[in-house]
């Protein structure tokens, strides 16, 4: 099979080196794409000098639109396998083989999903994210499974792969404004099947949370549920 990482990069200079060193050493089966998302930083100038494979934006079109042009990507490829992982550092390649071990393939007969989700929240192992910031991934993995019925402790993770069924909705439309948690209700409103598997993330290596200050988060958590709740709703009267 054909296995692509998307690597959505804005601004990550300082962790990209480690990112794609960890993906050589522990996923090698694996192709990659950074995404450059029309960085300011030396992020570009890392790509180019270290022969890293990476397609570069013309303009900043945010994590949802550089997530979808690495599915665009991936779909247009040809590839069958297709992982978000962040440029930040957080994710570790090692989890993609218990990942793969849970994806529905047609060379999987063992696979129980179409969307697998890598979560902290399950062994508790690792960097866990601030009690405040739980709060609210745990009120959005509430109301994901009020309007889908589906369980997820961390729909905010990052960290996640699909096949190709996932890579083909994707690439047509995705949420672009913190776009995690909307996305699982798009896949779920398709009848296709989500899991999670426990992982353990690091504490970011570089770059900056978009959201950083309490405005932004009571804003991000205002826009992510009305995206939910719009997302739900359209896939009903769809």
Wanted: net charge negative; hydrophobic share 35%.
């Amino acid at each position: 099979m054909k296995k692509l990482i998307i690597i959505p990069a804005y601004n990550e200079e300082k962790s990209l080196l480690q990112v794609i060193a960890d993906i050589r050493e522990n996923a090698p089966d694996y192709d990659y794409v950074v995404i450059n998302d029309a960085s300011t930083d030396q992020t570009k100038k890392v790509c180019e000098d270290n022969q890293i494979h990476f397609l570069d934006l013309a303009s900043n079109l945010g994590i949802g639109g550089a997530v979808q042009t690495g599915y665009q990507y991936a779909l247009y490829e040809g590839y069958d396998i297709a992982v978000q992982l962040d440029g930040d550092g957080q994710h570790m390649a090692t989890s993609l083989r218990e990942m793969e071990r849970e994806l529905k393939t047609e060379e999987n007969g063992n696979g129980t999903a179409d969307l697998v989700i890598g979560s902290r929240f399950i062994d508790k192992e690792g960097f866990q994210s601030t009690g405040l910031r739980r709060i609210g991934i745990g009120f959005l993995g509430w109301l994901i499974r009020c309007v889908t019925g589906n369980k997820v402790t961390d729909p905010s993770s990052g960290l996640r792969m699909g096949n190709n069924e996932v890579i083909k909705i994707f690439a047509n439309a995705y949420p672009w404004d913190y776009p995690e948690p909307e996305s699982l209700v798009t896949i779920a409103k398709r009848n296709l099947s989500i899991r999670e598997v426990p992982v353990v993330m690091r504490e970011r290596q570089g770059g900056k949370s978009s959201i950083g200050n309490p405005l932004k988060a009571v804003y991000y958590m205002i826009k992510v549920s009305c995206g939910i709740l719009i997302e739900a709703a359209g896939r009903r009267n769809a």
